[in-house]
């Protein structure tokens, strides 16, 4: 069975985006833990961070950059969970960008 975020891709499955090219996505996540909260992904399917060729990040970084621009916002947090250990809870790579516009991000105690 494919993966959702690869249905996201497709189409398959409706989201709310926010920044797109031919290589990347990115989208609001469905349960925001900041008032900004959106996934970026590859479109090509790799399980995690880990799982992720080194070539990647350099282009993603752009579309991550670029992504920022566009929703206005010059302070966020990034984070990719990698890793059932970490939290991961689908598997393929996306890197979170979590902003407060209108404040600070917290700190939070993690374990
Ligand atoms: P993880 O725990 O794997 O790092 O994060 C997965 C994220 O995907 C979660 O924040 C979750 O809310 C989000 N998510 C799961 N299913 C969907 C979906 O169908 N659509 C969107 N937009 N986000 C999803
Ligand atoms: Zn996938």
């Not at 920022?68 to 302070?75: F, V």
Request: glycine share 6%; proline share 6%.
């Amino acid at each position: 069975m494919e993966c959702i975020f690869c249905k996201i891709v497709k189409g398959e499955i409706p989201s709310k985006k926010v920044n797109e090219n031919e290589k990347f996505l990115a989208f609001h996540d469905i349960n925001p833990i900041a008032p900004i909260h959106i996934l970026i992904i590859p479109k090509e399917h790799y399980e995690k961070f880990d799982n992720t060729p080194n070539e990647i990040f350099n282009e993603m970084a752009s579309f991550i950059k670029d992504t920022a621009k566009k929703l206005g916002i010059s302070d966020y947090r990034l984070i990719t969970n990698n890793g059932k250990g970490a939290g991961q809870e689908v598997f393929h790579l996306h890197i979170h960008m979590v902003a407060n516009p209108n404040g600070t991000l917290k700190w939070p105690k993690l374990v």
